[in-house]
């Protein structure tokens, strides 16, 4: 709690001295932010009829997490930045992120030792080339300098980032600082996306941006093991390459976005058949672990403001389920939608209020392993008795200074964790998040 504290202070310090330094007006040749995140979650006790080595324990469970972010920036030349974050994390997940597949903390890792540690986040270059000479004045923001940027461009990123920082965005359902917390609602939970445990991954991303439409290519880095933070470099033999369109448009003069988005991943990865079939009443996945097994999917996901403090979001994603999950979480089909409103209507304009649902599910194939009692690296209950996983999240977040810092009370209702009407519950999860930014 008083490293919480003393990271709050600073949050607010640095931007009054930011705020004094920086003219908004005026193209910026560095930019430097922070961010602080601590969320507490309390699960009550619930009954099941068994539990398996990565089932959601059935006891009473309260955990925190924190999370504390530098972003630096600095411009080099025209169209030319460097980009670095050094990042603190700690605490856990529910049952250490296990036993539910659209688990309820964005903010937590599946990592054994829940202290708190230092690590690089990002550092990346990025070039931007412009196609037209209008342009548009770009606010001084997390990773992102004040300046006036042409509205059509090309740009390429290299180094280490985090994909969902480029990919299948959302106005109103994809950052867990701030909106919903549950991984199937930040992003589609059936796109595995590349990432150590982390969430971060070495890439190079290629992007053509106008002003209704948009374009991106990554090809990145996965880990040596599932879960692992440790990159595989052999990237003839491993490696994930996603594709993004993005089509921004108006209806009834209010603004909306489509997004289409395709991704296959190759690795050292295990199928869930080849497991049964060496071995049928206790498969271990990593036993059919080899180069040349691969995982594609597709995700579609829409925003659309509906009145000035009204919007809405639907996701819906899907992959080919035969080889086991690398990065993110046990998912193979995703359908998701939810509105947000901000407190216009009662004098608090950045205070917001959001409500969404979440339905997952799983291929044959990987229903099959986990009946025969087979373990991934988030799901296992030793058996499986098929249901789709059920989620409900909603939250109130309260600004408590000036869009800076914002207090969230949130509750989740999951029903079938880990897809086991077995263990249907249902959870409740109740949230509290201070998050605090500059």
């Not at 004040?146 to 106005?171: L, M, R, V």
């Not at 058949?273 to 049928?280: H, R, T």
Request: glycine content about 8%; overall charge neutral; charged content about 15%.
């Amino acid at each position: 709690m008083r490293l919480t504290i003393i990271l709050l202070v600073f949050n607010i310090t640095a931007n009054r001295l930011y705020a004094q330094t920086t003219d908004s007006l005026k193209n910026d040749w560095f930019s430097i932010h922070a961010q602080t995140t601590v969320i507490n979650q309390f699960k009550p006790a619930f009954s099941a009829k068994y539990s398996g080595e990565n089932s959601l324990i059935t006891q009473c469970e309260n955990k925190e997490s924190i999370t504390s972010t530098l972003f630096a920036g600095l411009k080099l030349w025209r169209g030319a930045c460097i980009f670095i974050n050094p990042e603190m994390a700690g605490g856990e997940g529910l049952s250490g992120a296990k036993g539910i597949a659209a688990a309820t903390n964005g903010e937590s890792f599946r990592i054994g030792d829940p202290a708190p540690q230092i690590y690089l986040a990002r550092i990346f270059y990025r070039q931007l080339f412009s196609l037209n000479k209008k342009t548009l004045y770009q606010q001084n923001d997390l990773n992102q300098l004040g300046e006036s940027i042409p509205t059509k461009y090309i740009a390429f990123t290299i180094g280490k980032i985090g994909a969902t920082d480029y990919f299948d965005d959302n106005k109103f359902s994809h950052d867990p600082r701030t909106q919903f917390m549950s991984w199937a609602l930040m992003d589609n939970g059936a796109w595995d996306y590349p990432a150590n445990t982390r969430g971060y991954t070495p890439s190079f991303v290629l992007e053509y941006v106008s002003p209704q439409h948009e374009v991106r290519y990554q090809v990145s880095l996965v880990p040596l093991e599932a879960n692992g933070n440790t990159m595989n470099w052999n990237i003839s033999k491993a490696s994930s390459h996603t594709i993004e369109y993005t089509h921004r448009y108006k209806l009834k003069n209010q603004e909306g976005a489509f997004r289409l988005l395709a991704f296959y991943t190759t690795c050292n990865m295990g199928n869930y058949q080849q497991s049964i079939a060496l071995n049928p009443t206790a498969p271990v996945i990593e036993n059919s672990r080899k180069y040349g097994n691969s995982k594609f999917g597709f995700g579609v996901n829409a925003e659309q403001q509906i009145m000035d403090d009204l919007g809405c979001f639907f996701r819906a994603s899907w992959n080919n389920g035969k080889s086991e999950t690398w990065a993110f979480t046990e998912i193979d089909q995703s359908l998701s939608a939810g509105f947000s409103i901000t407190g216009l209507r009662w004098k608090r304009t950045a205070d917001n209020i959001g409500l969404a649902y979440v339905a997952s599910g799983i291929s044959n194939a990987h229903k099959d392993y986990l009946k025969a009692g087979g373990y991934g690296f988030i799901l296992g209950d030793g058996k499986l008795n098929y249901a789709c996983e059920h989620l409900l999240e909603i939250y109130y977040s309260a600004d408590l200074y000036n869009g800076h810092i914002f207090l969230t009370g949130a509750y989740q209702l999951v029903v079938n964790p880990g897809y086991n009407k077995d263990r249907q519950g249902p959870v409740n999860v109740f949230s509290v998040r201070l998050h605090a930014s500059i």
